[in-house]
């Protein structure tokens, strides 16, 4: 069974940087699309970025674009995100989701798709 762990949250100061790291066992991911969504207190969970592990394509949410990169590492099967200028309305719980047979863009933006889930891993912005 695939399985998904997250990791690399913290306390951050707004304009810092952190770098979450999404590593899958169990599976491979050839065919797969990764997501990364995050969860805010009182909102709905959203898509922030997303990437198919196939061609390497991308999606990004336009409140993060420019500011936050996704890439991969097939070899690991690892999918990281790197966050820069980082605001307080980034602060959330980042979680990373996997779906078969979907591209980025679908991935991060049908809620309804089936998706494996990792654990989460807080982000906090503040001064």
């Known amino acids: 069974q695939l399985q998904l762990v997250e990791s690399g949250g913290g306390l951050v100061q707004p304009g810092g940087s952190v770098r979450l790291s999404c590593a899958a066992s169990?599976?491979?991911?050839?065919?797969?699309?990764i997501g990364w969504f995050r969860q805010a207190p009182g909102k709905e969970r959203e898509g922030v970025s997303c990437i198919s592990m196939s061609d390497g394509s991308t999606y990004y949410a336009d409140s993060v674009k420019g500011r936050f990169t996704i890439s991969r590492d097939n070899a690991k099967n690892t999918v990281y995100l790197q966050m820069n200028s980082l605001k307080p309305e980034d602060t959330a719980v980042y979680y990373c989701a996997a779906s078969e047979w979907v591209a980025a863009r679908p991935m991060c933006v049908i809620m309804s798709l089936d998706r494996d889930w990792g654990q989460g891993t807080q982000v906090t912005v503040s001064s």
């Open positions: 169990g599976f491979s991911l050839d065919y797969y699309s």
